[in-house]
């Protein structure tokens, strides 16, 4: 059986590129690779988040593992896209006391090559510079109505800042992982037919529908008018204005992105993800997709 486990990351277009695949399952299976994807990891039969919640020996993985042959249903190759294998997005969560990112991504990659039958694995990622990447996370926090204000979610750290060579050296270790594939998410647009062409059987790349971007995100103007709401002491579910905001302010119309940081922030991020993607580039058992 041939794994790959596309692992996101968050806010990386992982869902515009699970949402694409998704319409053409079916023709996956004919051609021998089962598509798992979030629709059916996170909710019934199978919680994966929950699952890994729980590490490695818990006493659902027996169940798991059979939900995960049952999904394949006899397919040769398997394909899981899931970007909460890493971890999740909450303050606590992205980072640990020490600043390490996605703490425990490599005990729970090991436990989903362990669910899916242990063969040998190959990650795909993508990756993002750290500002953006950060604001987006806080961002779907607030849309959560888990957050509304940056410095708290940042705990005190750079938001200029994300070790993705240290997040690969960790997953790169994990036995079972043959190699990870990495590919920068501002070259997504460009790079998505090769990357089709790596994750699915040959010659289905092209069936690959391409949809509006979905799951798009607050913008500049729609985060100021939020948090002018919730400082007017309206007694509103921040769930609901948040996504108030997404439809008012729009991307499509005109409305700037999200920034909270300032013009140095945004130029020492860029300075750190380029000396990050770098040494991603000379890493052994890592493969770096460019345009």
Not at 101 to 118: D, K, M, N, S, W
Not at 140 to 150: C, F, H, M, P, R
Not at 184 to 190: F, H, I, M, V
Not at 252 to 278: M, V, W
């Amino acid at each position: 059986m041939a794994l790959s486990i596309h692992l996101g990351a968050h806010k990386t277009a992982s869902t515009h590129l699970q949402y694409s695949l998704r319409q053409i399952r079916d023709r996956l299976h004919e051609a021998g690779l089962a598509y798992i994807d979030p629709s059916r990891l996170r909710g019934e039969p199978l919680s994966l988040s929950w699952i890994l919640a729980q590490g490695i020996g818990g006493s659902n993985d027996v169940a798991a593992g059979q939900v995960l042959r049952d999904l394949r249903q006899g397919c040769p190759d398997v394909l899981i896209s899931e970007e909460n294998i890493l971890g999740l997005t909450q303050r606590n969560r992205l980072f640990s006391r020490r600043g390490e990112f996605y703490p425990r991504a490599a005990e729970r990659v090991r436990h989903v090559i362990a669910l899916a039958g242990g063969d040998p694995a190959v990650l795909y990622l993508s990756l993002r510079d750290p500002a953006s990447f950060i604001v987006s996370a806080f961002a779907l926090q607030v849309a959560s109505g888990k957050e509304t204000d940056i410095e708290p979610y940042l705990c005190g750290r750079d938001p200029a800042h994300v070790d993705w060579a240290g997040l690969v050296r960790r997953l790169r270790a994990v036995e079972g992982v043959s190699r990870i594939v990495l590919w920068r998410y501002e070259d997504y647009p460009a790079l998505r037919p090769r990357l089709l062409e790596r994750l699915l059987p040959a010659g289905l790349a092209p069936e690959v529908p391409d949809p509006p971007p979905s799951n798009v995100g607050l913008t500049q103007a729609g985060y100021e008018w939020l948090l002018r709401r919730t400082r007017s002491g309206a007694d509103i579910d921040l769930r609901i204005l948040a996504q108030r905001a997404r439809q008012r302010f729009r991307p499509d119309d005109g409305h700037a992105p999200l920034r909270l940081f300032d013009e140095r922030t945004y130029a020492r991020s860029a300075q750190n993800y380029a000396r990050d993607i770098a040494a991603l580039r000379t890493m052994p058992a890592v493969e770096f997709l460019e345009p």
